[in-house]
């Protein structure tokens, strides 16, 4: 029979929990019976039991120092390398954006731009509303909750990183309140860079911000409260241990504990724009596709939870776990079908995928069979409203607010007699 040391010396966070309470039981109980830290009583563990009332300072300490570091070096590259740079297009080789952007409109017939703002009864106004600047028409205008529906669903955004920063940051945190708060602030820092250096989000220019039609909806909503749901899912059937325990005082050592997670939070997060390094890159299989960035940016995250094994984070059983699951979740993001990189419902799938993924795990354990009757039908919905979702919102007939960058000539180079084209 497998001793109780034995299954502890497998198990790297375990036995770091352990000696953790045993050096704490030592420490207050060694004035009343010296015998207690006799070495005798301390042949069963793999490192010597000292009574240090903070046994994890040093480990915690070493934590910190890597996680900086690699958080260094993943900036660096993300500033510096570009397999696949963007290059301009010559004026010559520029197209009409409206032509490409709405093919329902007539090409013999003046052409009518269908926008979610309309005036009923009257096909010849063409008054167009846009997210910035508004409309300067004075007539009464109509709105077509339909068409906001299938711009927030259906086009290319920056939905698959959201997803992943929900994901790791309640799998790191364990705190839900935590990532929302995050994610409420990422969103303020990402609109007041329009304002301060013309950037959206500090990198993408104003004039293609619109083709994105990046809403609150889609970064909180449906990005982190089934991914937070997902994450805590993870966190309990692997049955992570908290990383921050209740402290008697706050002191230096719960403190560097707390800098500590937010380091590695942080790491995953700067590990998400990794998705630069190779642009547009792709490769076409017959009727799919697979996409260089999101597999980037997934392959650098799968070596950070690696990275929490070798620190002895993450035992090797929920670094395989995660693994497969991180996978799971990135799979309909990096592989699609060529012709849908509608993120959104993209992101769907992922959700139920990694869910069903958990759930079988999960079974196979056999810890919380209620648990697992609760969410496996909700995985299972959801991967229904994925295989049906043409039914439920159709896609739109014009692309406006479909692609990133198609808006023709968008912006120029000073120094150069060419042009950016955004459908290049």
């Keep these: 029979m497998t001793s109780f040391f034995e299954i502890i010396e497998k198990e790297p966070a375990l036995q770091v929990e352990f000696d953790r309470r045993v050096a704490y039981a030592l420490l207050s109980l060694e004035s009343q019976d010296p015998a207690l830290t006799d070495p005798v009583c301390q042949t069963h563990f793999s490192r010597p039991i000292l009574p240090d009332p903070h046994p994890r300072l040093q480990t915690t300490i070493r934590d910190c120092c890597v ?32 032509q490409l952007l709405f093919p329902s409109a007539n090409a013999s017939a003046p052409a009518r731009k269908q926008s979610a ?39 290319s955004k920056y939905v698959p990183f959201h997803c992943a920063t929900v994901f790791f940051g309640v799998l790191c945190l364990h705190r839900p309140q935590w990532v929302i708060l995050w994610k409420v602030l990422n969103e303020v820092l990402e609109e007041i860079g329009m304002p301060l250096v013309g950037k959206f989000a500090w990198t993408v220019s104003v004039l293609n911000m619109e083709s994105k039609y990046d809403t609150l909806i889609n970064d909180l909503l449906l990005a982190v409260v089934p991914f937070c749901a997902l994450g805590l899912h993870v966190v309990s059937v692997l049955k992570l241990p908290d990383p921050i325990q209740n402290p008697t005082k706050i002191d230096k050592v719960y403190l560097l504990q707390f800098t500590s997670i937010f380091l590695q939070y942080l790491m995953f997060n700067q590990a998400n724009q990794s998705n630069i390094w190779v642009g547009k890159i792709e490769w076409t299989f017959g009727d799919f596709v697979c996409k260089a960035s999101t597999l980037t940016a997934c392959i650098l995250q ?43 419902i993209s992101a769907i799938l ?3 995928l990694a869910g069903i993924s958990v759930c ?12 697992l009757m609760i969410l496996l039908p909700c995985y299972a919905l959801a991967l229904w409203v994925w295989w049906d979702f043409e039914s439920i919102l159709t896609s739109p007939v014009d692309r406006f607010y479909y692609h990133s960058l198609w808006c023709g000539m968008s912006e120029s180079k000073k120094t150069s007699s060419t042009w950016f084209s955004c459908a290049s």
Aim: hydrophobic share 45%; aromatic share 18%; net charge negative.
């Design 117 to 155: 703002m309309y005036v009923e009864g009257r096909e010849d106004i063409r008054s167009f509303g846009f997210d910035l600047g508004g409309s300067t028409c004075a007539c009464e205008l109509k709105w077509d909750a339909y068409q906001y529906w299938q711009r927030v669903f259906y086009g």
């Design 302 to 344: 799968l070596l950070l939870v690696w990275l929490l094994y070798i620190l002895n984070n993450l035992s090797l059983k929920s670094a395989r776990a995660v693994t497969v699951f991180v996978c799971v979740l990135w799979a309909p993001f990096v592989v699609h079908r060529v012709g849908y990189d509608d993120e959104q």
């Design 360 to 371: 079988c795990y999960q079974w196979y354990l056999g810890v919380y069979p209620r648990l």
């Design 67 to 98: 996680y900086i570091l690699v958080t260094v070096i993943i900036v660096i590259l993300n500033a510096s390398v570009r397999f696949q740079p963007d290059t301009p297009t010559t004026p010559e080789k520029l197209i009409d954006a409206a």
């Design 350 to 352: 992922s959700f139920s």
